[in-house]
């Protein structure tokens, strides 16, 4: 939903300047899927609203659930022909959690990322980002439930889209918007130091994570390309100042891949790096099968985990959901499953 597209229209109608708060809040709060229901707004409004204001800018083409029916992911086409996906998961204490697409793919490259693979089309635009909000906070809204969190974990890197990203950010956190805490919000980035400089500037409680996967420079930059232009050595300091600025509580993702990086001496080197800052905490993610890559063994992981704890760093495992669509992290392709 284009919310300037609306306030083009009732522009061009003349209408009262409330008339655009109505409507806003028709979409984003009572979740109407038809602009009849926006029932507090006159009758002609309406007519023009539906004659030139999609309810959507994405249009659905392809659903699958996970055996569990804990995941569902969309496969959404933007106006232009792009295909874009957007993973809902439900947790089994009541919360649901959207894990939204900020790119059209990913210029990133990341070698074990089936986004990264697809190469990069374009950014989202903030209505596209909100769209995907939308489309599941009106099923859900259904059922009588709602949206209680947002990750910005999908397709594309959310820094190289920092303005639409925090644009839209502020729809679905605002009370007479989707009405969503800052603190259940977070942005997922591989490590983009200017995003990181501003996110740290912005007077907004929204949770940082980090796409880590490797504890030394050598190997993450093999993993990931972005490592060659902000290395560790760069990044970490730039959290320390995020650290600062917020006093916020960092994430850090780990993949764990067979033989690539779940060795002890590399969950050591993971403790070294991360060693006393208690507002670190690193989440450790089985690893989907993608490319080239698997996934580290049950033992691997449990062993990896444990050397953490021993070191004294903060670590959980992280629930995956969807593995079985293609849901789960870094196997977000954009391709419809036969
Ligand atoms: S892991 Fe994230 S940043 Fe890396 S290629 Fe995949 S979508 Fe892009």
Redesign the pocket.
Known sequence: MDIQEVKKVLENCAAEPFRLKQAARAVFARLISDWDEASDLPIALREQLKKQVLMSSLTEIARSQSARGDATKLILRTSDGLIIETVLMKHQTGRNTVCVSTQAG?????A?????QQGFKRNLTSAEILDQVLHFARELNQQAERVSSIVF?????PFHNYDAVLDAISTLNAADGLNIGARHISI???GIIPGIERLAKEARQINLAI?LHAPTDDLRDKL?P?NKTYPLSKLLPAIRDYLQHTNRKVMFEYLLIEGVNDSQQQADQLADLLADERLYHVNLIRFHRTGNFSSSSREKRDNFFDRLKQRGVSVTHRVSFGEDIQAAC?M?AGKINS
């Open positions: 990913c210029p990133m490259q990341c074990f990322c089936a986004t990264g974990m999908g397709m594309g890197e997922s980035t591989c796409s990931m972005v870094g977000l």
